[in-house]
């Protein structure tokens, strides 16, 4: 069983920034070769997209509500998936949670949550007004 663990979440305030980071917590597998998208789900709300990111970093997409202040990104020499925060509002308060495709090499459609196959527990992030 594949587990990814997130980290970097916290209380910013409004128009501040966090940058969220995500691996495996198994070090005998390697997310380098799996498209890894961000998704956040705040309380009593459904899991919303935020970004995509293929296996080799060539190809992106965002969810509207984060498109020019958001940017995902990975170093696949590290095992490690990203994403930068920026201009954060309070609307952006959920957990967010990492997620890997469930095929490798391959580039899901973004925004279903059925195309990934794990996800870590999520990271808490805070926005105040």
């Known amino acids: 069983q594949v587990q990814l663990v997130e980290s970097g979440g916290g209380l910013v305030q409004a128009g501040g920034s966090l940058r969220l980071s995500c691996a495996a917590s198994l070090r005998t597998f390697s997310i380098s070769n799996y498209a890894m998208g961000w998704f956040r789900q705040a309380p009593g709300k459904e899991r919303e997209f935020v970004a995509a990111?293929?296996?080799?970093?060539?190809?992106?997409s965002y969810g509207d509500p984060v498109k020019g202040r958001f940017t995902i990104s990975r170093d696949n020499a590290k095992d490690t998936v990203f994403l930068q925060m920026n201009s954060l509002t309070p609307e952006a308060t959920s957990v967010y949670h990492c997620?890997?495709?469930?095929?490798?090499?391959?580039?899901?459609?973004?925004?279903?949550?059925?195309?990934?196959?794990?996800w870590g527990p999520g990271t808490q992030v805070t926005v105040s007004s």
């Open positions: 997620m890997l495709d469930v095929t490798w090499r391959s580039w899901p459609e973004p925004a279903a949550v059925g195309e990934y196959a794990f």
């Open positions: 990111i293929s296996w080799s970093g060539g190809t992106t």
